[in-house]
């Protein structure tokens, strides 16, 4: 989608817009967002991050999916500048951004060129995780950003983490709670869902900021631990140079095994050798590898569990 079909529907009589989830935990799906709330999302990024008439957004993502969507609406709130950029991972910083929204995938050229960093005030990386190796590079390139947490439903993030943290805090007028489940529930009196309920496993620290511990229907009971997949990937990123997710697998002996899914064809023996090697805690170790070809990813390059 380019900027010119967004703005015909936003601009159009309808009192919604009409969005797509992006499929990485599930089929995508259509939905129908009400401008109002992506008016009231808009509204609590701006005064986040100071944004006013004389801002500047970069926006090097494709106008179908939301991040883009809403850096729009954040200007036409504003009534500042928006920079429409090409959607490539080879982005080019050759002027100032008050904030600059981009995909894992388009971090390392950021982080290859650290004189950028003084051009870019906020950057905001969402639409999936930043792997911990990607964001100490952009720390060290001095970057000052972001790391976001919210869906589609929400219309964009509801809260951010700031590069090298571990804590999520809300945006503006948005306040959370947990479920019996542990699971995060949003509250955003500002939007109509009012209050909308995750399946993302979280540790409430008070009623605006959490730490993020996985999905829920993702967890893994083995030997009678609770184990998140996503927790366990970021330990293994540094150490693995591949594609790769973890999940679990019924066993007899431990109810659910906890299973290393890569992309290609490698050696068990040396990946075992390398985890081994640096994760002490052995409840946290694969009981086995599986390879595949290629992982199956949604559109917008998510790893689709399997």
Not at 231 to 238: G, H, I, M
Request: glycine content about 8%.
């Amino acid at each position: 989608m380019e900027l010119s079909d967004f703005l015909i529907e936003w601009n159009n009589e309808a009192t919604y817009v009409v969005a797509h989830t992006s499929g990485s935990t599930g089929k995508p799906k259509e939905i129908r967002l009400p401008k109002d709330d992506m008016r009231a999302s808009a509204r609590a990024t701006n005064q986040f991050f100071g944004i006013g008439t004389d801002a500047v957004l970069g926006i090097p993502l494709d106008f179908g999916y939301i991040a883009a969507k809403m850096m729009v609406v954040r200007s036409l709130e504003a009534g500042c500048e928006l920079v429409p950029m090409a959607v490539s991972n080879n982005i080019d910083i050759n002027r100032r951004y008050t904030l600059l929204s981009v995909v894992p995938s388009q971090t390392a050229t950021l982080a290859a060129h650290p004189e950028w960093s003084r051009r870019v005030e906020n950057l905001l990386v969402g639409g999936g995780p930043l792997s911990p190796a990607s964001e100490q590079a952009l720390i060290d390139a001095g970057y000052r950003g972001y790391c976001s947490y919210g869906m589609t439903e929400t219309c964009s993030h509801v809260a951010l983490r700031t590069f090298g943290e571990e804590t999520y805090r809300a945006m503006p007028r948005i306040e959370f709670s947990v479920d019996d489940r542990g699971c995060l529930q949003i509250h955003a009196q500002d939007f109509s869902f009012g209050t909308l309920a995750t399946n993302d496993a979280v540790e409430l620290l008070d009623s605006t900021s959490f730490r993020w511990l996985g999905r829920a229907d993702n967890a893994i009971i083995s030997g009678g631990v609770k184990i998140h997949p996503e927790q366990v990937e970021a330990l293994y990123a540094p150490f693995l140079n591949c594609q790769f997710y973890v999940k679990g697998e019924a066993d007899e002996k431990w109810g659910q095994a906890l299973v290393l899914v890569i992309e290609g064809d490698g050696s068990d023996r040396d990946i075992m050798a390398i985890l081994r090697g640096n994760v002490s805690d052995h409840k946290l170790l694969p009981k086995h590898i599986q390879w595949i070809k290629a992982l199956p990813k949604a559109k917008n390059g998510k790893i689709r569990r399997g």
